[in-house]
């Protein structure tokens, strides 16, 4: 089999690029290791900056977004009892960002590729990936108990943290890592979100909580926990309880309960490979970095990286220029960890540190205070929650 770009993985990186690509006449091919099935179950994003779907508008899947997505204006942040409206489109004149879940975004990115008929092949076991140094890079997968080989002109790696990409140029990248002494418990739940229309932010003195949805009858909580807690020490009835104990009572009285649909627990790390170009092997998305999802980055970076990669294929192919490929790296890794430094920061704030004493929490209470104070320091926040133009 030959294409033009072989893309590995379908997630929202792989699916978008390969939906970008299409319409601009480039033949690629996508390899997951999962059935789509298994992609669509992993419960993961819910807030999209415009970029993102400025781009599912150029991919020509957008009319869901905009008939179902949720359009936010402000998110608040608690503390201290109090919760304080941060105006995001009032201080960045005008932006907003919406909230739609990534499985359904990724959804929607299914839905179109099948119905153009292009290539996704699922279960592609053992992908390997070789001579993207040279002119004529070759992948290899098993499928169906067979050797089948992709020969390509580029390859794409989006294949996530723990894909094959990044890690068969191990010894070629330099790793920037932090990995945090938390994590976030998260649940799904067929409930009203308390909130519709402001993400909710606490920081109380138990610990982290967030208040998000997926529709105005789904929602998405979660609470900071320690790194290594089990899910199975979480009865749903417990979440709830602690749930309401992080946020500000009149909040607390209003959270509508109910049975969770899925209930997990994901680790925190800020990470960063450089570089994102090794010959024709680019990366893109969670396979070069990974954010934690307090400043929700990490989907929204996926989408950038993917949209200054697809541009530089465009370029090559119907300018036959080198532009924009050679220029992929550092024009990514720029936003990139412009990402990185924002949910460092707002994870800094809006977590409980084992090690940060008497005196850190106080820099910590000081730091709130000013911030839903200062119109400087919230539009510092609100036009890096928005997103910092491409
Ligand atoms: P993905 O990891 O989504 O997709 C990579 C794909 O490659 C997968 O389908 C995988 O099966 C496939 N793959 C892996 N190895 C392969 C191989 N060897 N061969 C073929 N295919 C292979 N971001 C937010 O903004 N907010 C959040 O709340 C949030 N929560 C998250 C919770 C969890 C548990 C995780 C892991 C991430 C979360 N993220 C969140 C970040 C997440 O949304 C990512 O940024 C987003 O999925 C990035 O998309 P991709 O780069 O496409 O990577
Ligand atoms: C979510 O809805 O899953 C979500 C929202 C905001 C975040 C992270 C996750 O910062």
Known sequence: MRTQVAIIGAGPAGLLLGQLLHRAGIDNVILERQTGDYVLGRIRAGILEQVTVDLMDEAGVGDRLHREGIVH???ELVFQGERHPIDVTGLTGGKVVTA??????????MDARKAEGLATVY????????????????????RGGETHELQCDFIAGCDGFHGVSRATVRDRVTEYEKVYPFGWLGVLADVPPV?????????????????????????????????????????DARFWDELRLRVDPHLAERIVTGPSLEKSIAPLRSFVAEPM???????????????????AKGLNLAASDVKYLSSAFIEHYKERSAAGLDHYSDRALHRVWKAERFSWWLTSLMHRFPDTGPFGQRLQDAELE?????????????????????
């Not at 932010?201 to 997926?214: A, H």
């Not at 092997?281 to 400043?295: C, E």
């Open 73 to 75: 204006h402000a998110i």
């Open 100 to 109: 739609y879940g990534q499985t359904e975004l990724t959804h929607d990115l």
């Open 123 to 142: 279960e592609a076991r053992d992908v390997s990936l070789h001579d993207f140094d040279g002119s004529k890079p070759v992948v290899r997968y098993r």
């Open 195 to 235: 909130s519709p229309h402001a993400i909710v932010y606490g920081n109380s003195e138990r610990g982290f909580s967030l208040c998000s949805m997926r529709s105005l009858t789904r929602s998405r909580y979660y609470v900071q926990c320690p790194v290594d807690d089990k899910v199975e020490a979480w009865s």
């Open 277 to 295: 170009r090794f010959g024709r092997l680019f990366l893109a998305g969670d396979a070069a970095h990974i954010v934690p999802p307090t400043g």
């Open 370 to 390: 000013y911030l839903v104070h200062s119109k400087a320091a919230s539009t510092a926040l609100a036009e890096n929650y928005v997103g910092l133009p491409l």
